[in-house]
């Protein structure tokens, strides 16, 4: 596993590329923004002109795609996986519907490849900085093979089962975040309408019963964490509008599986609502502004 492909170099996507590329791997990318082309080209990607020039000679085709729609295009909507490689795995890191993910692996299958749908956990932060979490959809085999590469861009690595079971367990796993940031965002800012200093709520939360990732790596209040969204304007970072997509995408599969989520559900329309107000590409940390005024 020593040339890859890289397809999608966004927030996530581009200093994911470059730790591989960091660590010696040939790493060629493509990314239909002129915008994310040119912050990988100067990140010292090879940035190549189409998807197929990026999918020739490669041992793992990695994609980090903002939705369903654009992994369909990617992988169904064209010849891709006619014209990859069968020794070429397909590591598929963005966060979509689990229907979707079974869907594409089932494709790949049928021509001889084999695909792992592996979404990620730890924010733009954890991408940066090599220690995001794998949640892995797939055979034990191919999750073997991947093996190297998770361990460059991330520190943790779980197999969920079979193909879809990473997406499921990732769409969990972000309902749960958004449920405990609106909780954060809420409750920090009812004690700073009662005279208390945000910081010395944050860490009189973090060590007691309270205490949550929200406030332990991404407080929402600005100035309490220095390196956080917050505290840039919120800016970067995991999108609302990427929120509300993983939320709707969590409803859906509580739908099909007539599970009760009614705290889920006012997470999705709390975000609605941020996204309704124009704010969609700021950081979900920006839940805080509802409570502020």
Same mark, same amino acid.
């Given at each position: 596993?020593?040339?890859?492909?890289?397809?999608?170099?966004?927030?996530?996507?581009?200093?994911?590329?470059?730790?591989?590329?960091?660590?010696?791997?040939?790493?060629?990318?493509?990314?239909?923004?002129?915008?994310?082309?040119?912050?990988?080209?100067?990140?010292?990607?090879?940035?190549?002109?189409?998807?197929?020039?990026?999918?020739?000679?490669?041992?793992?085709?990695?994609?980090?795609?903002?939705?369903?729609?654009?992994?369909?295009?990617?992988?169904?909507?064209?010849?891709?996986?006619?014209?990859?490689?069968?020794?070429?795995?397909?590591?598929?890191?963005?966060?979509?519907?689990?229907?979707?993910?079974?869907?594409?692996?089932?494709?790949?299958?049928?021509?001889?490849?084999?695909?792992?749908?592996?979404?990620?956990?730890?924010?733009?932060?954890?991408?940066?900085?090599?220690?995001?979490? &794998?949640?892995?959809?797939?055979?034990? /085999? !191919? =999750?073997?093979? #991947?093996?190297? %590469?998770?361990?460059?861009?991330? *520190?943790? $690595?779980?197999?969920?089962?079979?193909?879809?079971?990473?997406?499921?367990?990732?769409?969990?796993?972000?309902?749960?975040?958004?449920?405990?940031?609106?909780?954060?965002?809420?409750?920090?800012?009812?004690?700073?309408?009662?005279?208390?200093?945000?910081?010395?709520?944050?860490?009189?939360?973090?060590?007691?019963?309270?205490?949550?990732?929200?406030?332990?790596?991404?407080?929402?209040?600005?100035?309490?964490?220095?390196?956080?969204?917050?505290?840039?304007?919120?800016?970067?970072? &995991?999108?609302?509008?990427?929120?509300? /997509? !993983? =939320?709707?995408? #969590?409803?859906? %599969?509580?739908?099909?599986?007539? *599970?009760? $989520?009614?705290?889920?559900?006012?997470?999705?329309?709390?975000?609605?609502?941020?996204?309704?107000?124009?704010?969609?590409?700021?950081?979900?940390?920006?839940?805080?502004?509802?409570?502020?005024?």
């Amino acid at each position: 596993m020593n040339r890859i492909g890289f397809i999608g170099l966004g927030n996530m996507g581009l200093p994911m590329a470059v730790n591989l590329k960091n660590q010696g791997l040939e790493v060629k990318a493509y990314d239909l923004s002129e915008e994310a082309k040119v912050k990988a080209i100067q990140s010292g990607i090879e940035v190549k002109n189409s998807i197929q020039e990026t999918s020739t000679s490669i041992d793992a085709l990695i994609t980090m795609l903002p939705n369903d729609s654009a992994v369909e295009e990617v992988y169904l909507n064209s010849s891709l996986l006619d014209d990859l490689a069968k020794t070429t795995l397909i590591i598929d890191s963005s966060t979509i519907s689990p229907e979707t993910s079974k869907r594409v692996a089932n494709r790949a299958s049928k021509v001889g490849i084999s695909m792992l749908d592996a979404p990620v956990s730890g924010g733009v932060k954890g991408a940066e900085d090599g220690t995001l979490s &794998f949640i892995v959809g797939g055979e034990d /085999k !191919d =999750l073997v093979k #991947a093996s190297s %590469l998770f361990d460059i861009m991330g *520190s943790n $690595t779980f197999h969920a089962g079979d193909s879809g079971s990473g997406q499921i367990a990732k769409l969990c796993n972000n309902m749960l975040l958004a449920i405990h940031m609106c909780g954060t965002a809420e409750t920090i800012a009812m004690g700073v309408k009662n005279g208390l200093d945000p910081e010395v709520l944050s860490e009189i939360m973090k060590k007691s019963s309270g205490g949550n990732w929200s406030l332990e790596k991404y407080n929402p209040y600005p100035g309490v964490m220095k390196d956080a969204p917050a505290s840039k304007n919120y800016s970067g970072g &995991f999108l609302n509008l990427l929120m509300l /997509k !993983d =939320l709707s995408l #969590a409803q859906e %599969l509580a739908s099909l599986s007539n *599970s009760e $989520t009614p705290m889920g559900k006012l997470a999705k329309e709390l975000y609605e609502e941020l996204n309704n107000q124009g704010i969609g590409d700021l950081d979900f940390s920006s839940i805080q502004k509802r409570y502020m005024n």
